[in-house]
């Protein structure tokens, strides 16, 4: 174990883990002591057995359990559901309204992961951390997105197999991961897709390229964040978990 995270005698050398622990929300400061006692905790990378260690909160890297847990409280992690009619920029030289206009009462520079094009709803998460931003928009680490779509219908049977296949568009091929037909309703239908893509308007021109063009499109979900409950333009913090599942997913 290196002498960063060994028992210290100074406050000046960091806080102790246990209440680093607590104070994230992850456990009463007891139930934390156990937990580093049992070999639960790494810090940057060391399983912590010591429960006189010390860790900066502002640069520790901790894993409960193997699930990264921020205990930075400099970081800020939300999630907004975007209205349709809304730019994906934090400000618009036409003074069109943006994702920015949201954001206008908070502190610091934050990023929006990726885009939804104007006339797409749903999940769009907010960050200033920069890392985890980009790599949550690297097609290598292949975070699944997950839309619905109301499309022209009817849908043939093997429409969720085609796309499965994969189909060629104008800037290469594409494949969802998952699709489902959620619902139908005279000549329109609800299907739910799932896909690593970023590919600019990638869900409506693959829709469109085999014959359903989009009517109204949503996304639901980004990894393991969801929409749950949130009205539109409402913006909420992720919790632990939520944080947690991005950053395993992009290996932070």
Do not use: W
Request: glycine content about 8%.
């Amino acid at each position: 174990m290196t002498s960063k995270h060994s028992p210290a005698s100074s406050e000046d050398e960091g806080v102790r883990l246990q209440k680093v622990l607590s104070q994230a929300g992850v456990a009463s400061r007891r139930a934390a002591e156990q937990m580093i006692v049992e070999g639960r905790i790494e810090v940057d990378g060391e399983v912590v057995t010591e429960l006189g260690s010390r860790v900066d909160p502002a640069s520790a890297v901790i894993h409960v359990d193997g699930m990264r847990v921020m205990v930075n409280d400099e970081l800020t992690h939300l999630l907004l559901n975007k209205p349709k009619g809304i730019l994906c920029t934090m400000s618009d030289d036409q003074d069109r309204p943006c994702i920015g206009d949201y954001l206008r009462e908070r502190q610091g520079k934050l990023f929006h992961v990726g885009r939804l094009d104007v006339d797409t709803e749903g999940l769009l998460l907010i960050t200033n951390d920069g890392e985890l931003a980009n790599r949550l928009m690297r097609p290598s680490y292949q975070v699944p997105k997950t839309y619905l779509a109301e499309v022209l219908g009817p849908i043939p049977k093997d429409l969720g197999k085609q796309l499965r296949r994969g189909v060629q568009l104008e800037d290469g091929p594409v494949k969802v991961d998952r699709f489902k037909l959620v619902d139908v309703n005279q000549n329109r239908a609800l299907v739910e897709l799932v896909l690593h893509e970023g590919r600019n308007r990638i869900v409506r021109r693959l829709l469109k390229h085999v014959g359903h063009p989009v009517q109204r499109l949503v996304r639901t979900a980004v990894g393991e964040v969801r929409l749950t409950n949130e009205r539109q333009g409402a913006i909420r913090p992720l919790n632990r978990q939520e944080i947690g599942s991005l950053y395993r997913a992009v290996d932070m």
